[in-house]
Nanobody
């Protein structure tokens, strides 16, 4: 079973940048597609980005296209979410998740991190 540990969350000003990291334990990281989701207070969890096992194909929510970039380093068992041009509406708890096949909906994911808070001030 894959264990996911997230880091990199914090407080930034609007227009700033932040990079989230998600480190996976085990030797099967490269067998999983990975995704990032976020959930703001009082709102549903929403899809942010996903990447296939090899990193060749990526998917993004319309709200973050052009601003966020997902990547992975299988040698380091780590997936990243580079967030640029951050907006206050990006404020949320961000979750890293793993799935056998790339997907854009939460029920398809089998493994989840604990979440890391991202706060963007205006």
């Amino acid at each position: 079973q894959v264990q996911l540990v997230e880091s990199g969350g914090g407080l930034v000003h609007a227009g700033g940048s932040l990079r989230l990291s998600c480190a996976a334990s085990g030797r099967t990281f490269s067998d999983h597609a990975m995704g990032w989701f976020r959930q703001a207070p009082g709102k549903e969890r929403e899809f942010v980005a996903a990447i296939t096992r090899t990193g060749v194909i990526t998917r993004y929510a319309d709200s973050v296209k052009g601003r966020f970039s997902i990547s992975r380093d299988n040698a380091k068992n780590t997936v990243y979410l580079q967030m640029d041009s951050l907006k206050p509406e990006d404020t949320a708890v961000y979750y890293c998740a793993g799935t056998r096949v790339i997907a854009t909906t939460a029920p398809n994911y089998d493994y989840w991190g604990q979440g890391t808070q991202v706060t963007v001030s205006s």
